[in-house]
């Protein structure tokens, strides 16, 4: 018997071994497949989105501040940009932009989500004169077809 021969018969015998053994196999996938389906739908569908801005506050306030009689120090400079950063027209407009709506929405309910996304964005500093607008985790809505999500 040469080398090919020798090879041929041990995968001949591996292959009769593994036909033998095929409930086993078979057994085994669907037991994997079984636990992997129950643990998606047991884990709740949760979605995290996080977006680093960094702005030099003297450029952006310096028009705002104009005028002012006493220059206000960094710690409130940093708290008049996270109130523009999160004013309810800029978190409007984020709505919009990221289609958060179906546009079947009543006003009222529009308005609820846009007080929901301001409540939940955090705003944090990243260093002297920069901030950045930190992450926030949400739970996905009810049913498969809605877009708008809980925050």
Known sequence: MNEIEKTAS???GVAHGMWGRRWYGL???W???IVGVLAVF????RYEASARIFVDTQSVLKPLM???TVQPD????VVMLS???VSRSNVGRLVDMAQLTSGEESSEEREDLID??????????AGRDRRALGSRSAQAAQGPGHRRRDL
């Not at 929901?116 to 500093?125: G, L």
């Open 31 to 33: 037991v994997v497949a």
């Open 83 to 85: 109130r523009m950063l």
């Open 66 to 68: 104009k005028g002012l």
């Open 116 to 125: 929901s996304v301001s409540r939940a964005v955090d705003v944090r500093s």
């Open 42 to 45: 047991i884990l709740p569908q």
């Open 10 to 12: 041990q995968w001949l």
């Open 74 to 77: 960094a710690e409130q400079q």
């Open 27 to 29: 057994l085994t996938a």
